[in-house]
């Protein structure tokens, strides 16, 4: 057994080619891209190892924790800077600190044995990709994202909480408190919103042209440059239009249930993306760095759409030397 009794699979899944094709079959339904076979792959494989009641367990803890660390959140919207992390305009509240221990204290009490990531309490990046390698369960945390709009007052922020076990992102949740709005996601259970079931805008943006984008305006200069090239080249009448709304997880919640058609970044910290790469996907979309590599936990660029247009936009993003950090 793994780390929180789960119980793991010795052999291959035999079930593996079905559930393939079953998933294939329901893409062309909705009109989706064809999934990557390998992905499948591991979607049957990972939920072969977990038993489906540690699963949905995980799921409903998730959720409370992210619906009582948001209540905090909205409540006190609009609270001090008490520190400014490595650039001007990264910033830190007392609240993240409150609301990441809320998380903490909700996992700890449902699951002792399983291990924690969070923004405001991360060691070291060696420590970081420590626990990003370990056997187990592992959750990854954002308290508040999107902390300068919750700084400034604007109700743009959410709680992202990803889970991964063995090191594949099982569990995605994010909650926005101030549209009392719960996106959440588990491997191959598809992905949700307020209990509905949620899908990309496949059918509306077929060419990129046709696509709402944003992008970020991250504190790290290196990276928000990027962003700002692209963008340039992003403006119409090549994407319908391009938005900038200061939170990573509002960005992939939207892509998930067709708000927005395609975001991007080129350098996020794990618990940035780990819950919205997940929804993104069971949302029938498709997360990758911003050279077209396949999201694991840990990519730090990111390329997010409804599958559709995705190819388009990275080219757009090789053309503007936007796939990574500038030097």
Known sequence: EGRGGVSLAAAAVPATAALIARRHRADQRRGLPRRHDTMVAATAGVTANVEKEELRKVVEVAEAAARAAGKVMAEKVGAEVVEVKGFAA??????DTECEEVVRQTVQNAFPSHAFLGEESFGS??????????PGWLWVVDPIDGTTNFVSGQPMSAVSIGVAHDGKLCVGVIYDPYRDELFSASLGGGASLNGSPIAVSADRARELREAVVASGAPPNPRSSAPCFRAMSLLSPPRSRTVRILGSAAINFAWVACGRLDAWFEPDLSPWDSAAGALLVREAGGRVTDCEGNEYV???RPICSSNGKIHDELLAVLREADATQLDD
């Open 90 to 95: 990264d910033l830190l509240t007392a609240v």
């Open 125 to 134: 990046l060696e420590d970081m990709a420590t626990l990003i390698a370990a």
């Open 297 to 299: 936990l840990g990519t």
